[in-house]
């Protein structure tokens, strides 16, 4: 199946900063986590069971942060400890690309240069698949189309491609929410889709309850600080761990996505460690 499926032969390259992030949840279950961004977002239904997030403000301009380190926060932030994966596209004047996030693991993205040229690792794609649940055969033969040289293709046109392989995953993208266009116009197109809402910040105490309500609904609710468990108290030691350095480095990139990142897994971690504490013992 061809990759080129969404292009449209008049369809213009890439016009300014933008980016969106899809998501496998549904907007009622996804919007109370968003708050952990601590940015102005829209909130956007994209198919069953997925949404989309459309940037209401563009950091990345006003702090001179790259778009892609601004989005692999963001998507980080969405999905740790979280039971869905989170992918964002995102492009500027001179690049295009994609990050996955899923849980704790490692963020995978790939990247092109605007004339379409891939500059990523091929594994990415394949790493993407099996996250995503994507066809180990079609969808996977049609990701590697993307790594290789096309002098017909420019990063819109592999980010369109993308897209089409992800609506074979439920993902259902909404008009008018197409890479390439520049943040404005995306959230002019988002505010006018019905199901469309503001996420707005609401305190950092509302954030991480929400976010405590995702872990304890998922796959990891064995592993919580009250089910007392060496698993959990294990989880608690590497979420400090883990989450200090990404503050750091938040921090000495003024990078707010990183911050939360790490704010959220040191929250979890002394949250398990404190309960070690207090908890009556047998």
Not at 95 to 114: D, P
Request: charge should be negative.
């Amino acid at each position: 199946m061809s990759t080129r499926e969404p292009q449209d032969s008049s369809a213009p390259p890439l016009r300014g900063t933008g980016a969106l992030l899809f998501c496998r949840a549904d907007p009622r279950t996804l919007g109370p986590v968003v708050h952990v961004l601590r940015e102005p977002m829209l909130l956007v239904p994209a198919g069953r069971d997925w949404s989309v997030l459309v940037p209401e403000g563009e950091p990345w301009a006003d702090e001179g942060e790259p778009v892609d380190r601004v989005l692999t926060g963001w998507a980080t932030a969405l999905a740790v400890g979280a039971p869905w994966p989170v992918l964002a596209l995102w492009w500027d004047t001179e690049h295009g690309g994609c990050i996955l996030a899923a849980g704790f693991r490692r963020t995978v993205g790939y990247e092109w240069l605007a004339n379409g040229t891939p500059v990523g690792e091929d594994e990415a794609m394949h790493t993407l698949a099996t996250r995503l649940g994507l066809d180990p055969v079609l969808d996977v033969e049609s990701l590697e189309r993307l790594t290789r040289p096309d002098p017909e293709a420019d990063a819109r046109t592999r980010l369109l491609a993308l897209l089409a392989v992800l609506t074979r995953a439920g993902v259902e993208p909404p008009a008018g929410l197409m890479p390439g266009e520049p943040a404005g116009r995306l959230v002019e197109a988002a505010r006018a889709l019905p199901g469309a809402g503001p996420v707005e910040w609401s305190g950092w105490r509302d954030a991480v309850r929400a976010e405590l309500d995702v872990v304890e609904a998922g796959r990891l609710g064995p592993w919580l600080p009250w089910a007392g468990t060496p698993r959990a108290r294990g989880l608690a030691l590497v979420q400090v761990a883990a989450g200090l350095p990404l503050v750091v480095r938040g921090i000495r990139r003024r990078s707010g996505g990183w911050c939360v990142a790490g704010a959220l897994l040191l929250a979890h971690g002394a949250l398990g460690l404190a309960y070690e504490v207090v908890r009556p013992r047998d």
